[in-house]
T-cell receptor, first 110, second 111 residues
Framework: NAGVTQTPKFQVLKTGQSMTLQCAQD?????MSWYRQDPGMGLRLIHY???????DQGEVPNGYNVSRSTTEDFPLRLLSAAPSQTSVYFC?????????FGPGTRLTVT | GIQVEQSPPDLILQEGANSTLRCNFS?????LQWFHQNPWGQLINLFY???GTKQNGRLSATTVATERYSLLYISSSQTTDSGVYFC?????????????FGQGTRLTINP
């Protein structure tokens, strides 16, 4: 099992550009989430999904879109990047109460 | 929404020392978890502990739900225990999915 994988590991964007952060899991988990972590802070929930075709907003959803067409994949889209979206992004899947985190994507928006 | 406060923010100890990390919640939670983020950024589940006490090796956790706090104990610290420890909680029917994280306790274990 690869667990939860995220690509890319690093990305630099210019303000206004769009991009998709990829997240995939091979554990057949129904629940998946996206978090962002800013320096010196804990994780904040952006969006989550309770199964294919079902997504909902978390604490900080503005500026981000998600979709869940398959159980395995949960991409996060930045429609028009802003410097405030500079952060480390973590994807997670969940089985029962155990969360499995990906290695993260470090995004810088200039 | 739920507010999560962790203390202390930073802790520096020598190898072999014991430590206690605290997490306070502003409201009742039915899902409370502790995580460790290692110095390379990887996040690992430590405990799911909405109430009571659990132990896993040198780590143990206690949650007193009625008083809205949880404690993480690390005994005989090793340098590999270094990193940031987060607690996170959630309430209501979506408590398992909509976790709110504290700001973390950064633990440094010196050899």
């Amino acid at each position: 099992n690869a667990g939860v994988t995220q690509t890319p590991k690093f990305q630099v964007l210019k303000t206004g550009q769009s991009m998709t952060l990829q997240c995939a899991q091979d554990m057949n988990h129904e629940y998946m989430s996206w978090y962002r972590q800013d320096p010196g802070m804990g994780l904040r929930l952006i969006h989550y999904s309770v199964g294919a075709g079902i997504t909902d907003q978390g604490e900080v959803p503005n500026g981000y879109n998600v979709s869940r067409s398959t159980t395995e994949d949960f991409p996060l889209r930045l429609l028009s990047a802003a410097p405030s979206q500079t952060s480390v992004y973590f994807c997670a899947s969940r089985h029962a109460y155990e969360q499995y985190f990906g290695p993260g994507t470090r995004l810088t928006v200039t | 929404g739920i507010q999560v406060e962790q203390s202390p923010p930073d802790l520096i100890l020598q190898e072999g020392a014991n430590s206690t990390l605290r997490c306070n919640f502003s409201d009742s939670v039915n899902n409370l978890q502790w995580f460790h983020q290692n110095p390379w950024g990887q996040l690992i589940n430590l405990f799911y502990i909405p109430s009571g006490t659990k132990q896993n090796g040198r780590l143990s956790a206690t949650t007193v739900a009625t008083e809205r706090y949880s404690l993480l104990y690390i005994s005989s610290s090793q340098t590999t225990d270094s990193g940031v420890y987060f607690c996170a909680g959630g309430g209501g029917v979506q408590g398992a999915q909509k976790l709110v994280f504290g700001q973390g306790t950064r633990l440094t274990i010196n050899p």
